[in-house]
């Protein structure tokens, strides 16, 4: 796009020397931003702070889809002014971003849709401002009522808060708040300066994403370092990243059948879901892929007999899938249940910045698979699965078309595993030294959707800052669009549909 003040970024991971970072005063910051972003081709996939002395820096990383670039830009300010015109106005994905910075930083972003903290963590800027005075909409009617769900949960969900405004049973709005652990990854990965401890912690973001978020720091610290891994292990990892994907598209698949008592499904993928995290702990002794990633190397390298292990597995299991969801779309029931439920139209996810399956369903190719490919898919050609209805229907019928895409990317690298020489094995390096001044953005289509992960470095090549985003940072306000107007009983299979992370979001 002609006109635009940016660094653009050409491959995934990226570096950029933060000397060259184009810096913008923020009227131009703000009008190249709302220009990029009305534009379904451009996201943003990180927005932030880092404050240096007496200033405020602000970075934002815009990504095209279509060029597979990624934009970086910034603002600089004097960290006394206190004030700035609200993106979000305009573009309505920052709003979560603009919401993080104000609670960081204290800084009033006016004419925001509704400006309040994300988290509200001990280091927040408002220190008068507590979780639980949170200002949930209301709607001043007496017609209308609310449902409060949480934030203590049944079972072992995590803390998070639901409030429901209802007219009869019809759902007008929904708000969800979280942010109850207040678990500071983010500082933690500063504070703990040795590479284990940074891939063990990767690990943690999000439980159900390990492999998903620690290739993301991996990618990040290789880069950092100027380390390129081979051909092999780059194979590797990804296979590793679509077996996570197969366990969990399989487990949602059982859980959606779970709530509409389709007993049939719910079983049988639970069973099969069990089959594939066991032949992961059959390769790294772990069931959730914890510990195949590490910086420059591995301690679990996939040896033929394994492949052809995990390879003899998948069939049975696909054929077994492919079975049972033969009998889950065709039953009428499921059907009735999920068809026309929780849409999502192409313009909601758009203006909400949607990521993953929760762009997909709904006409968006966003995929950074395709679009910003990383590791063995810059040469892989992947061409993602896309639907259109937005509704449970299509994020359950996604989930069976990844996992046959996933099982033919699985044999693909695993054949051509084969015809590659036996390299003698290259064990984690925890000794890399990183570059000095930089920035650096990695990104890494997890099961969920697009994870991001940037690091800057300063003049000792010292991590100072380190900023993750989960997919579900976007998607949670997909959620709360996908059940206005259903019925209040069917949000938890909306709630299923899109299985987003309260630890993934509440870092």
Known sequence: MKGIKSFEILKNPGLVPIADIPVLDYSEFRKQTSTLLVKESYHCVNY??????????????????DSHKILVYSH?????????????????????????I????????????????????????????????????????????????????????????????CYGEKVQHLEIQLGYQHRGVEDVFLKKTGLLQRSVLSEC?????????????????EALAGVAINQRLSAERIIALELERMAVHVGDTAALCGDVAYQVGQVTCEALRTMIINTTQDWCGNRFGKGIIRPGGTNYPLRNETADLILDRLKEISRRFVEVTDLIYNDS????????TGPVSRIQAHLAGAVGMAARTSGIQRDIRKTHP??????LEYKPALLESGDVLARAMLRRIEFELSYSVINKLVAELKEMPRNIDIAPDYSLKFKERMLCVSLVEGWRGEICHTAITDA???????????PSLHNWHVLALAVREQEISDFPVCNKSFNLSYCGFDL
């Open 374 to 379: 990383f590791q063995a898919y810059s040469a």
């Open 205 to 221: 973001i999000a439980g159900d994403t390990a492999v998903g978020h620690s290739l993301a720091f991996t990618q990040a610290a």
């Open 460 to 470: 000792d090549g010292k991590i100072v800052l380190y900023k993750i985003k989960d």
């Open 333 to 340: 029931g499921v059907l009735a249940r999920f068809e026309n």
């Open 76 to 100: 600089r300010q004097p960290a006394n002014i206190k004030s700035l015109e609200s993106i979000s106005k305009e573009s309505f994905q920052l709003h979560i971003f603009e919401r993080e």
């Open 48 to 65: 932030f702070t880092s404050h240096s002395g007496s200033y405020i820096d602000f970075y934002i990383l815009v990504a095209n889809d």
């Open 102 to 165: 104000y609670e960081k930083s204290g800084i009033l972003f006016e004419g925001h849709p509704w400006l309040k903290p994300v988290r509200y963590p001990h280091d927040r800027a408002v220190k008068e401002l507590f979780i639980r005075d949170y200002p949930f909409y209301k709607i001043e009617s007496e017609e209308t009522h609310e449902v409060g769900v949480g934030p203590i949960h049944a079972g072992i969900i995590e803390p998070g808060h639901f409030r429901f405004l």
